[in-house]
Each structure stands twice: as structure tokens, then as C-alpha cells.
């Protein structure tokens, strides 16, 4: 395995039990989108994503990158629509868009080219 995919997996697990923590959390709440099948599907377009990187070419042009990133943000709205909206809050893009921009960075995209957001563009949450 390659050292960026090992620095991605790393990232990935370092990160898990938080998520796994707010989902927790969130499906506690009476009326919550937070579903198991939806944060199961959330944490299924994550996976997909770090998958992507991994095997995009080493080293990834911040084409390949952002557009893997304008994937997993297409994903997560598909995800979001079907829970009728209420799934990714502020709660949740504090949480997780920060994982995003550290997994372009290992990839090799500069944040600071971007305004410390690369993909960002493709956001809406």
C-alpha cells in the first residue's frame, strides 16, 4: 500500500469513532432525519470516496481530486433528499467537511489555493 493511501485509511479510522458518536447522538433526538439508513448512507458515500482517492494515480492532478469531491457531494445531497432535508446541518459540515479538505491535502491539493476549502464550489451544506 502506498504511503497516501495508508495516510488516507489512517485519516478514515482516526475519524470513524466521532462520526459514529454524532450519528449516535443525533438519532437519539424524537423525529430525527438521522435514521441508521441514513447515516449508514452518509458513511457508505464516505467509504466510496476515500475508495476514489486511493486509487486515483499517485500523484492525482487537483482535477482528478475535486472531482471526486464534486462526486461525494452529489452523493451526500442524493442521501440528504431522500431523508427529506434536516441530515446535514452545521453540526455535520463541521464534523465532516474538515476530513474532505485533509483527505484532498494528503492527496496533494493546497487548501490555501482554494480558500482553505477545496471543493467547496460543489457544497451546499
Known sequence: ?????QRLDDLLADKRPEIEA???SMREGEGSAHTQAATDAIDA????FFDRLKALPEPAT???V????KQLYDGLY???EAADDGLLETDEREL???LFIDAAAVCGVDPDEYDGEP???YRDF
Open 1 to 5: 500500500m502506498s504511503e497516501r493511501n
Open 22 to 24: 454524532h450519528w449516535t
Open 45 to 48: 458515500e464516505i467509504q466510496a
Open 62 to 64: 487537483d482535477a482528478l
Open 66 to 69: 475535486l472531482a471526486e469531491m
Open 78 to 80: 442524493e442521501v440528504m
Open 96 to 98: 465532516l467537511v474538515p
Open 119 to 121: 471543493g467547496g464550489e
